[in-house]
């Protein structure tokens, strides 16, 4: 049910193929030891484990990180997805290089999975002249055409009708395409989410959209969002098939995806996804959670940590240890302190950026007013 503190709705209703309807019950595949369920057990290679734990532990080291120099001053925003990294990671695993994305805030993420150099990625947070954005956006509102991925608006819901939008174009094109749109919970209140989805239950789009129920709309209880017994429920009014996955199961997330991605990739249709997880930090680093929810039900989800969860069945398996594990964290931290690095020393955006990617050809009164700017000192710690 919607709205409780603690886990122990988590494993009430289990979906183990025979009892409870998909979009009822919860598909797990890690049981709480480390072991595999017997009744969801996917059959998922040794190597997409260990990128998974990889992944996801990057983006936890990454997160932590960016925190501190939010702290710092060194960069004015950023939203963490600690708590969430099974879903992004487990998605993006599941993709072909034409896949498209369009992510909400907590889903950035899967740029890095998909190729886009750490680096490059911290300069878009920084917004300097190394972001591929010049500067223009948002931190924590990454994207790039090189690893497909469209940037999220922060007026929440609008990414769900542009993803069955791309996907509408995809299947009139006859593209082998795909596209993944997600939402939170709170964007299932949005005009937005009705018209995506009866949208895509209707044109039957190759798209797959992913709701991240983490319990709260900033601090909007779900219980106060839905009167639904789940979010996934929802998919029947518009006959799009739907499910409840363990979002904080990598594995099972991966897995769920990955059907969905196929079926969708057959010409099969839509598919509507919940993945059940919770945001142990706070909303962002303007957020302070402690307003809204208490330390206990905090402390009851890290019992289930995505990360955790994943290390214990790679330990269970013998294909993890100590030694292994703190090699592996060392050569994040390393990674990430370079690619901070690296990122920091760019320089602000030139100020004839502003000027670009307006018009093909730039108008006269646009001239102008570039001349103008250029005639003009070049603000402090900028070079032009």
Not at 199 to 218: D, L, R, S, T, Y
Not at 251 to 271: D, I, K, N, P, W
Request: charged letters at 25%; a negative charge.
């Amino acid at each position: 049910m919607q709205g409780t503190s603690g886990t122990a709705d988590l494993i009430e209703g289990e979906t183990d193929g025979n009892t409870v309807a998909p979009d009822l019950g919860l598909y797990r595949v890690l049981r709480d030891d480390g072991g595999i369920r017997s009744v969801s057990d996917p059959v998922i290679s040794a190597e997409t484990k260990w990128r998974a734990y990889r992944e996801m532990k990057r983006i936890r080291l990454l997160d932590a990180r960016m925190i501190l120099l939010q702290r710092q001053g060194r960069v004015g925003f950023y939203g963490a997805c600690t708590g969430q990294e099974a879903t992004p990671t487990g998605t993006g695993l599941a993709l072909q290089e034409q896949d498209w994305v369009f992510p909400a805030l907590r889903e950035s993420s899967i740029m890095l999975l998909r190729g886009m150099p750490l680096s490059t990625y911290l300069c878009q947070i920084f917004g300097n002249a190394g972001d591929v954005l010049k500067g223009r956006q948002m931190p924590s509102h990454m994207s790039a055409k090189q690893v497909n991925q469209v940037s999220w608006s922060s007026c929440i819901g609008t990414q769900l009708p542009h993803a069955v939008g791309a996907a509408w174009a995809a299947k009139l094109r006859g593209d082998d395409a795909v596209a993944i749109g997600f939402i939170g919970d709170g964007g299932t209140s949005e005009p937005d989410f009705h018209n995506a989805m009866n949208f895509a239950g209707v044109a039957k789009v190759p798209c797959v959209m992913i709701c991240q129920n983490n319990h709260f709309a900033i601090s909007v209880p779900s219980s106060q969002q839905t009167a639904s017994e789940t979010f996934a429920v929802k998919g029947r009014a518009y006959g799009v098939p739907s499910l409840r996955v363990d979002g904080n199961d990598v594995l099972a997330v991966y897995h769920a995806v990955s059907q969905a991605v196929a079926r969708a990739r057959r010409g099969e249709g839509a598919t509507f996804i919940e993945a059940l997880t919770y945001r142990i930090g706070a909303h962002s680093s303007s957020d302070d959670p402690s307003r809204y929810r208490s330390q206990e039900e905090v402390d009851a989800w890290l019992k289930r940590d995505p990360v955790k969860a994943l290390e214990r069945h790679l330990r269970a398996e013998g294909s993890l240890d100590d030694a292994k594990d703190k090699a592996l964290e060392d050569e994040l931290n390393e990674e990430i302190l370079a690619a901070v690095k690296t990122a920091e020393a760019h320089a602000p955006p030139p100020r004839d950026s502003l000027f670009e990617d307006v018009y093909a050809e730039l108008p006269w009164h646009l001239r102008e007013q570039r001349d103008a700017l250029r005639k003009l000192p070049p603000a402090p710690g900028h070079g032009d």
